[in-house]
């Protein structure tokens, strides 16, 4: 068989033929936080062979995406979406430009516009922000919109200062909480921030004294929509003073995409039940592995413990009896599953007329055929008052 060139790209320059690479589209690209409320921040990696990028944008994977921009310059990595609506998802799609044309492929990523709450002027109100105490007006430069404030730290277990910011979030779902202020020598080194969410809440202690006047990642939580979540910030047991110049919550639709893989690797399937204590939602549930030793009743999802050995269990042997193999569980699935992808599934626990599941939740392979980082199946198994499950 005679070699075959396949050309991609041709350039006729001075008389010569000139061989030029198809550039290739960027290997990851993320959401960041944005400069203002309402918008979505893009950032990506920069891509070989690209001499400027094009943005793209749909509200369906592979749907007809309108071009935001067509020709950004090679030194643009970043791009900020201010037309998007809040609430709405969106899929961003990133490709590169070069000499012979466009990438042959784009990196995208599901992105919906950030929410910013700044903190009010000194002794002032403000929409999304309660507080109690003495906040002071900090004439450090680099503040996000109004001036940040700062309180004295107070010792012991009680706050005399708190500073507590509520966005009203769009949807349900993931999202990433970024806090800022202005740093200083004599801001504290552990300034407390409780981040509080349906779910629970996180305690961080925050470096003031670095880091100023940017957006500084705080962690992920779920969500509902409305005022279901708020950024405390408080001055007991700091180090120095504390400062608030604003939040921000990105929604987090689906992991950033990385190196190597392509947009269509990742979409998200959302399970929420509200479990009332008489029934398992079969559209949602099903027996996991054949482990159907598990009844709805009373309010309570119980499993059993059920022996499987072939000796019978009057006449086992110790041995047998605890060899683990001998044993099984019941267990539920959800019915939803898919590859390389974001898999969430949440049970809202208890509602009444249900008492609640004590359930133990992890991911697995539900085939070794199909390799154990493709599927998810989480299991829930309950433990009556003694412990014994």
């Known amino acids: 068989m005679k070699p075959r060139l396949f050309i991609v790209g041709l350039v006729v320059l001075s008389g010569l033929f000139r061989l030029e690479a198809q550039p290739l589209p960027p290997t990851s690209v993320s959401v960041v936080p944005a400069s203002a409320g ?29 071009t935001l921009a067509a020709s950004l310059p090679s030194s643009s990595t970043t791009f900020t979406d201010s037309t998007a609506q809040a609430g709405v998802n969106y899929h961003y799609a990133i490709g590169s430009l070069g000499a012979s044309g466009a990438s042959p492929g784009f990196r995208g990523v599901w992105a919906s516009p950030a929410l910013l709450v700044d903190n009010a002027v000194a002794a002032g109100v403000a929409a999304g922000v309660t507080y109690t105490g003495d906040w002071s007006a900090s004439l450090l430069a680099g503040s996000f919109g109004n001036a940040s404030l700062f309180a004295a730290a107070v010792a012991g277990a009680t706050p005399t200062a708190t500073y507590t910011f509520t966005p009203v979030l769009p949807t349900r779902g993931l ?32 470096n003031q004294q670095i880091n100023g006047g940017v957006w500084n990642y705080l962690t992920t939580i779920p ?9 405390t910030i408080r001055n007991n047991g700091a180090n120095g003073n504390v400062v608030v110049d604003g939040i921000q919550f990105v929604p987090r639709l689906s992991p950033w995409a990385p190196a190597g893989g392509a947009p269509q690797d990742y979409t998200m399937v959302s399970i929420e039940d509200n479990f009332d204590g ?4 079969q559209s949602l549930w099903g027996t996991f592995a054949g482990r159907s030793a598990y009844v709805v009743s009373g309010g309570n999802l119980r ?13 086992a042997t110790t041995a047998e009896l605890e ?17 390389f992808g974001y898999h969430e599934a949440r049970i809202r626990l208890p509602q009444a007329p ?10 697995a392979a539900t085939d ?7 599927m998810d199946a989480p299991e829930f198994f309950n433990k009556d008052s003694s412990g014994v499950q």
């Open 303 to 315: 499993t059993r413990l059920r022996y499987i050995g072939a000796t019978p269990l009057a006449t």
């Open 223 to 231: 969500a509902e929509a409305g005022s279901t979540a708020s950024v």
């Open 278 to 281: 008489a029934s398992l939602n």
């Open 323 to 339: 060899n683990e193999a001998n044993w099984t569980q019941g267990g539920i699935i959800a019915d939803h599953a898919q590859k």
């Open 368 to 374: 070794e055929y199909i390799h154990g980082y493709e």
């Open 354 to 363: 249900a008492r609640g599941v004590d359930t133990a939740y992890w991911h």
């Open 38 to 66: 309402g918008e979505v921040a893009l950032s990506w990696s920069a891509a070989d062979n690209a001499t400027g990028y094009v943005v793209r944008r749909a509200t369906t994977l592979g749907g007809a995406y309108a």
């Open 175 to 206: 999202y990433d909480v970024y806090l800022r202020w202005t740093a200083a020598s004599n801001r504290a080194g552990n300034t407390p921030v409780d981040v509080v969410f349906p779910d629970g809440s996180r305690t961080l202690a925050v």
